[in-house]
């Protein structure tokens, strides 16, 4: 079971028009790729969109594989350092059915610890700086995401409800 973000791994962008063929973690922002400038949810989609096709509210349910529930992870954890209320509450469900081993593994490797993650936002920085601003996916990639989640059983009955609103 491949547990690590494979940044170096050939990921596509997706956005439009774009030709960019890896993302490249940005040296000031990871979540920004220093190759073509647009955020690591639109390349890591491009795997995602591989694994399964797109996730819709009436098709079949796919099964929350803890490596697919560590690429949907990656989305909203990787570089980031505060989640998005409606994103923590699917996260929360799909860990719900994962071992407490493989949660731990699946957040450690995306530079969270347990606490933060039961927070919603890390205190400080990995290098100690306490911080006073967050980083997290914009609103336009929180979409995106959520899109992510009607592919689980778990999760596609919470999604229906949060799109309506």
């Known amino acids: 079971m491949r547990m690590t973000p494979d940044t170096e791994e050939a990921v596509r962008c997706t956005a439009s028009g774009c030709s960019c063929v890896c993302f490249k973690p940005g040296s000031v922002q990871l979540r920004s790729c220093d190759r073509c400038g647009h955020g690591w949810v639109p390349h890591a989609m491009a795997k995602l969109q591989f694994q399964a096709q797109p996730p819709s509210s009436c098709g079949p349910v796919e099964v929350a ?31 719900s059915i994962l071992t407490p081993e493989q949660v ?18 890390m205190l400080q920085h990995p290098s100690g700086k306490v911080l006073d601003r967050w980083l997290m ?29």
């Open 104 to 121: 731990g593994h699946i957040l450690h490797t995306l530079g969270w610890s347990l606490g933060d993650y039961v927070r919603g936002y």
């Open 65 to 95: 594989l803890p490596g697919l529930v560590f690429d949907l992870s990656s989305l909203v954890l990787y570089g980031a350092q505060a989640i998005p209320v409606r994103l923590k509450i699917l996260l929360d469900r799909l860990y």
């Open 137 to 165: 996916v914009s609103p336009e990639e929180e979409l995106l995401i959520l899109k992510q989640f009607l592919r689980f059983g778990e999760t596609r009955p919470i999604v229906d409800l949060m799109m309506l609103h």
